[in-house]
């Protein structure tokens, strides 16, 4: 909105509360992958820089309205929804249950209050705890889907209207379902975490959809999805970034909340459940974060690695 050229993002991201970063960028939609930081790195320990004086300080006001306008412009649905809005205090909280009321759903707020001290649980919409609040209160309240957001509100996390936690990449296999028929031929980019489905559902093979499978991690996918114009690209972690009509290409919570809410709204007679159900039966586990650290940890992806390339030199089968 603004035609800045680059960005510093104060945000936390998956970090736990405590812990805070700059995601950054200079050609939008990207953030920078481990070549820019490299890059950024050697020019700060170099000095290999001019201070060309002072800078300036512009405050934008009412931006939030700006924010929540392009959010929602011709978003309306005519389905009647009920939507548990979970923000998990985090910043979701000053935008989710508004936006969603623009678009026409009525909302049920949870734990929308902003509050930095995370008083019920880490905001983070792959915890099962997190999950597990949005059931009961979907559950409680009979509501027809519940979206939750995470701390910086750029992921989305999805309970269905009979309490069923569905961990993103299936949401990104209804979703690409969704898209795909109305957009035939749609390219997709996955992490390599998520299901296979995307490359043998039968309903993405019948609407032409192509999934190119790529390294997780939001700069990694939101940058394949902008190399290879993708209508859409889905993380496990619940990122997903989507391309002009339905986004502007970087990972944002409510964009997704919208798409699903518009997905809903496109299959009147399919319950969220419903939709879910639709889906071949595969099974995966939530993430699994174990602590590793940081001077150990490539020395353990490369022996895990070697493991898998001596059982398939092997023959051995796995799972």
Known sequence: ????????????????????????GAARPLTFGPEEMSALKAIVQAGDFDLVGGGSYDFIRDFRAT???DL??????ARKLKVVAACG??????????????????????????????????????DMQMLHAIRDKVLETGADVGLGFD????????????????????????LARDISGQHPGSTFVVDVKSTGLFNTDSVLK????VTDYWKTGHSYIKRRVAELGAVAGFEKSGHFFFNPPIG?????????????????????????????????L????????PHCADDVKYGVVERVVSDFQAMMRDGAAFA
């Open 89 to 126: 205090n985090g910043t979701a909280g000053a935008f989710a249950p508004e936006a969603l009321q623009r678009i026409g759903c009525e909302v049920i707020p949870l734990d929308t209050e902003l509050d930095h001290t995370f008083p019920r649980y880490n905001p983070n919409p792959e």
């Open 67 to 69: 924010y929540l306008d």
């Open 1 to 24: 909105a603004l035609e800045t050229q680059s960005v510093a993002m104060v945000t936390a991201s998956h970090n736990e509360n405590g812990w805070t970063g700059v995601k950054m």
């Open 248 to 280: 502007r290409g970087y990972d944002d919570g409510l964009v997704t909340a919208i798409a699903i809410c518009q997905m809903l709204d496109r299959n009147p007679d399919s319950s969220m459940a419903d939709l879910y159900r639709a889906l071949p």
């Open 151 to 174: 701390g910086d509100g750029d992921r989305c996390g999805v309970v269905d209207n009979e309490g069923n936690e569905i961990f993103a990449d299936k949401v990104g296999v209804m």
């Open 72 to 77: 929602t412009r011709d978003k309306r649905i």
């Open 206 to 209: 019948a609407n032409g959809a």
């Open 282 to 289: 595969t099974f995966g586990t939530p993430t699994m974060s």
